[in-house]
């Protein structure tokens, strides 16, 4: 997805079915697959077709180049001086950023924006990202072993072969989420809000009462 849409002059991205990586009915299943792809923040819209999938990417995404990890260091380090209430402090405002391979390992940004970010290939081990809006982002293949997300929100967001092993998700808000291959195990979750929320092919989330209101666990 992210080569193709590095490439496209128009907006237009075309996938052939040849191109997905794994077993696909293209009769049964093109429908699905075309949902999945529209789900993306990125997508403007979706055609299926005979021989695949038409895809419009989204303008300001169009313009958009992924944040650079020399990047993300100065803004972490401006987000250290605004906890601090220092001169040159900025709150990290990654919203609508294509966050993709990028090591936030034990970097610290609580109560920063995500909003509608693209965050994929990254890992955030041990980082702290308290009170952080996530809301409407998209993960792929991103871990998080023992990182703090305490009182974050992610209404709204998705999740696809994500690792949030022992990670800190106490109070936080999954909202209308919807996660797929993620695993969740040994994470700390008591008072989370897991509101119409959907997984699939997860693990542990196996005490969390997806759909409801608040999940009370360990």
């Not at 303008?59 to 990047?71: G, I, Y």
């Not at 391979?101 to 924006?113: C, E, M, R």
């Not at 509608?116 to 072993?145: K, L, N, P």
């Amino acid at each position: 997805m992210r080569a193709a849409q590095e490439s496209t002059d128009d907006g237009e991205i075309f996938i052939s079915v040849n191109d997905i990586p794994y077993e696909f009915d293209f009769l049964e299943d093109r429908y699905l697959f075309g949902d999945m792809l529209a789900e993306r923040p990125e997508i403007a819209f979706v055609k299926v077709h005979g021989s695949g999938f038409t895809l419009r990417v989204q303008e300001q995404v169009q313009e958009q180049k992924p944040l650079e990890q020399a990047e993300l260091d100065a803004m972490n380090a401006r987000h250290a001086l605004w906890l601090l209430d220092q001169p040159d402090g900025v709150c990290a405002d990654f919203a609508g950023q294509i966050l993709d391979g990028l090591y936030f390992d034990s970097a610290s940004f609580p109560g920063a924006d995500f909003t509608g970010a693209t965050i994929e290939h990254c890992s955030m081990d041990g980082g702290t990202f308290t009170d952080c809006d996530f809301t409407g982002a998209f993960f792929r293949d991103v871990t998080a072993h023992r990182a703090d997300f305490d009182g974050a929100h992610f209404n709204g967001a998705q999740f696809e072969e994500c690792t949030f092993q022992q990670a800190n998700l106490r109070d936080t808000t999954f909202a209308g989420a919807k996660m797929e291959d993620c695993d969740f195990n040994l994470s700390s979750m008591r008072g989370a809000d897991f509101s119409q929320a959907e997984a699939r092919n997860c693990t542990g989330l196996e005490d969390c009462v997806l759909g409801t209101s608040i999940k009370m666990g360990g």
